[in-house]
C-alpha cells in the first residue's frame, strides 16, 4: 500500500522514510540537506546548498552550479536525491565526471566529504542533518 506525500502528492512505497520525489522526511516536514563546496586547490570559493531538487552542473547560463571552464560542457552533471541519498549523474558530458578520482560512468551516490571534479573544477559533497545547515 503506497501513501502519499503530504509535500507534493507523489506516492510513496512503505517503508521510506524520505519521499523519493521531493525528499521531504516522514513525520518531520524536514527535506535532506547537503552542500556543495567549490573549491580552486585547497581554498574555498563559493557554496551552494542543494535540497531535495536536481541540481544542474555545466557551464551552460541555464545550470544552477556554472563555471565557465572550457572542460566542462553546457550540461555537465546533476546531482538529486532518490531513494534515501544524494546521487551524482554524468549527463553525457565530453571530458566526464569523477567522483573521488575515478570516473563515473552513469550514477554514483554521493557522502560526506566526497570529491567531485567536472573538468578541471572541484567540488566537496557535504550531507548535513537538516537542522544544521541553514538553506536561503
Known amino acids: 500500500m503506497t501513501r502519499e506525500c503530504a509535500c ?8 521510506n522514510h524520505f519521499c523519493t520525489h521531493c525528499g521531504i522526511a516522514w513525520g518531520q516536514g524536514k527535506a535532506p540537506r ?9 581554498r574555498e570559493w563559493g557554496r551552494r546548498a542543494i535540497t531535495n ?3 544542474q552542473i555545466g557551464s551552460g ?5 556554472v563555471f565557465n571552464d572550457p572542460l566542462v560542457s553546457e550540461r555537465h552533471a546533476r546531482i538529486v536525491y532518490s531513494d534515501g541519498s544524494f546521487w551524482i549523474e554524468d549527463l553525457a558530458s565530453r571530458n566526464g565526471t569523477f567522483v573521488n578520482g575515478g570516473r563515473i560512468d552513469r550514477r554514483n551516490v554521493l557522502r560526506d566529504g566526497y570529491l567531485v571534479r567536472v573538468g578541471s573544477s572541484m567540488l566537496r559533497f557535504e550531507q548535513h542533518p537538516a537542522e544544521r545547515i541553514s538553506i536561503t
Open 53 to 55: 531538487r536536481a541540481v
Open 8 to 15: 507534493c502528492g507523489s506516492q510513496v512505497r512503505p517503508g
Open 34 to 42: 547537503a552542500a556543495v563546496v567549490l573549491l580552486h586547490g585547497r
Open 61 to 65: 547560463k541555464f545550470c544552477e552550479i
